[in-house]
Each structure stands twice: as structure tokens, then as C-alpha cells.
């Protein structure tokens, strides 16, 4: 009689083994899963800050066109507020930089390494706009030359 309600008991649940198989497929696709979505993060913020990069080289050319042919002295003074409400912040990535949306008047300062730099008049560069880093993004072209 015993073995009788041995035979006919039905076992409910997952045996160790399967839970292992489970947790193990789990891990693996974690491990493929987490550095893709890092790597689209930093995507998003290159693209992000690009976009933004136009939109004030766009605005710095407006101006010129507006003042016939006269740059703005800063990009605070000459395009805020009457083409944007504020700087667009910088969203480097993961180089530990910091969202910023300063700008730096000067291309020759190396102790900062983050932000907009917006020249001075009195360099050959004025009028331009451009991200102060030297890293590399996610194609493998230095930030700077963007």
C-alpha cells in the first residue's frame, strides 16, 4: 500500500537543477544585456550634445547675419535671451564630466575640461563654438573636432 501512494503522488515545483539552468540563463543574458544598454546611454548623450551644438552654431550664425557680419562678444550676451532661454547643457557620456552648460571664453585654458568653449575676440578662432574635451566618442572621433 505504501508504494501504491508512492507511485501515485504528484510532485509540484522545479527541482534545483532547473532553478540553477534558470538562474545561470538569467545571468548570461544580463551580462550581454547591461554593457548594450551603457553604451546606448552614452550614445544618447553624444547625440544629445551634438544636437545641442548645432543649435548654437546656428543661433551664433543668426546673429552674425542679424549684426551684419559682427560675432557676439560672449554666447551669453549675444544669443541669450533673444534666440535661447539658457545654455543647452554638455552631456559628455561616461568620462566622468560633469552636465554643464558654461561657457568658456578661452581656448587655451586646459584646467577646463568640460562645457562650451566660445573664443575670445581676439583669437583666429572667434565665432566658432565647440565641446571642450579631448576624449573620444563612441565612433572614435575626438569630442573637440565635432
Given at each position: 500500500?505504501?508504494?501504491?501512494?508512492?507511485?501515485?503522488?504528484?510532485?509540484?515545483?522545479?527541482?534545483?537543477?532547473?532553478?540553477?539552468?534558470v538562474v545561470a540563463i538569467l545571468g548570461t543574458l544580463v551580462a550581454i544585456a547591461v554593457p548594450r544598454f551603457a553604451e546606448?546611454?552614452?550614445?544618447?548623450?553624444?547625440?544629445?550634445?551634438?544636437?545641442?551644438?548645432?543649435?548654437?552654431?546656428?543661433?551664433?550664425?543668426?546673429?552674425?547675419?542679424?549684426?551684419?557680419?559682427?560675432?557676439?562678444?560672449?554666447?551669453?550676451?549675444?544669443?541669450?535671451?533673444?534666440?535661447?532661454?539658457?545654455?543647452?547643457?554638455?552631456?559628455?557620456?561616461?568620462?566622468?564630466?560633469?552636465?554643464?552648460?558654461?561657457?568658456?571664453?578661452?581656448?587655451?585654458d586646459a584646467s577646463l575640461t568640460d562645457g562650451w568653449v566660445y573664443p575670445d575676440s581676439s583669437s583666429n578662432m572667434f565665432?566658432?563654438?565647440?565641446?571642450?574635451?579631448?576624449?573620444?566618442?563612441?565612433?572614435?572621433?575626438?569630442?573637440?573636432?565635432?
Amino acid at each position: 500500500m505504501r508504494d501504491f501512494i508512492k507511485k501515485n503522488r504528484k510532485y509540484e515545483g522545479f527541482t534545483l537543477i532547473e532553478l540553477m539552468v534558470v538562474v545561470a540563463i538569467l545571468g548570461t543574458l544580463v551580462a550581454i544585456a547591461v554593457p548594450r544598454f551603457a553604451e546606448l546611454m552614452r550614445k544618447a548623450k553624444e547625440g544629445s550634445t551634438k544636437g545641442n551644438l548645432g543649435v548654437l552654431r546656428s543661433c551664433i550664425k543668426t546673429y552674425y547675419a542679424k549684426n551684419e557680419g559682427v560675432y557676439p562678444n560672449t554666447m551669453t550676451d549675444g544669443i541669450i535671451p533673444e534666440y535661447l532661454e539658457e545654455l543647452p547643457p554638455v552631456r559628455i557620456g561616461s568620462y566622468n564630466h560633469p552636465e554643464r552648460s558654461g561657457e568658456t571664453a578661452t581656448d587655451n585654458d586646459a584646467s577646463l575640461t568640460d562645457g562650451w568653449v566660445y573664443p575670445d575676440s581676439s583669437s583666429n578662432m572667434f565665432g566658432n563654438v565647440w565641446v571642450n574635451c579631448t576624449h573620444t566618442d563612441t565612433t572614435g572621433k575626438i569630442i573637440s573636432s565635432w
